[in-house]
């Protein structure tokens, strides 16, 4: 069965033209033109990904995606009406996958929608399996990464979802810890076919890592800016035994 589609716009035709070439792709598509029928929607059935006007009337859609990231790993994808650095990045930081504009090429659409489909319903199987063993797992500082299950566990117990890029990102500080790794080896160790990560999208996903491992910006002390050169992770990483 294919993944599960919802879009949240509130153009008529352009909710048509997307549900279009969507289904025409094989997606199970639904369209609604609010935030509250989106909440019933996503409350109702299993959702792989929103496809969400950034500048939806009567609702603040930066709200909506920092509160659909903070309950699930739902992929999300803001579209814009202007080409804006700062809204662009606004939405990463907020928890969006992807960022696109207005007027959208379908086929760049569907590809899109393609990839990044394909990561969440990975993920989320991986989600769901029964847990691994110990050796899947690495230890650092207070932390625990579950590398098959993407979920990092502090010493309290508590566990939180990474996502794709944030995932990725730990692992290449984990296999570098204590070297000093610029922005663009960052950049080169990040790239994969289904994403080209910029300058802008590694500070991004560097502020969100440091947030969820409750690593203050302003006084850093597990990955740490070294101005000039790009960031240091300082924390030792072992295998469970």
């Known amino acids: 069965m294919m993944p599960r589609v919802l879009i949240v716009e509130d153009d008529r035709l352009v909710r048509e033209q997307w549900e279009a070439c969507l289904t025409h792709d094989g ?3 639904h369209c609604v033109d609010g935030a509250e029928q989106a909440e019933a929607c996503m409350s109702r059935f299993p959702v792989a990904l929103v496809l969400l006007d950034g ?3 009567g609702a603040d859609s930066l709200y909506l995606t920092r509160q659909w ?12 009406e202007r080409d804006d650095d700062a809204e662009r990045l606004a939405g990463l930081e907020c928890g969006a996958d992807d960022y696109l504009i207005k007027p959208l090429n379908t086929r760049e ?15 989320q199987s991986t989600l769901s399996a029964p847990a691994q063993p110990a050796g899947h797992l690495k230890h650092f500082a207070d932390w625990t990464l579950d590398a098959d299950r993407r979920r990092l566990k502090a010493c309290d117990g508590s566990e939180t979802l990474l996502s794709h890029g944030e995932f990725q990102l730990l692992n290449v500080f984990i296999r570098n810890t204590g070297h000093t790794l610029s922005r663009d080896q960052l950049m080169e160790q990040l790239r994969n076919r289904e994403w080209l990560p910029s300058d802008r999208s590694i500070d991004v996903l560097v502020g969100r890592l440091r947030r969820k491992l409750h690593d203050d910006p302003a006084a850093p002390e597990l990955i740490m800016t070294i101005h000039g050169a790009g960031y240091l992770f ?8």
């Open 55 to 57: 500048q939806l009337p």
């Open 27 to 29: 997606y199970e598509v």
């Open 109 to 123: 659409l569907v590809s899109r929608v393609r990839n990044l489909t394909r990561r969440v319903c990975h993920l």
């Open 234 to 241: 300082t924390a030792r990483t072992s295998r469970a035994a």
């Open 69 to 80: 990231r903070e309950r699930s790993e739902v992929g999300i994808i803001l579209v814009g």
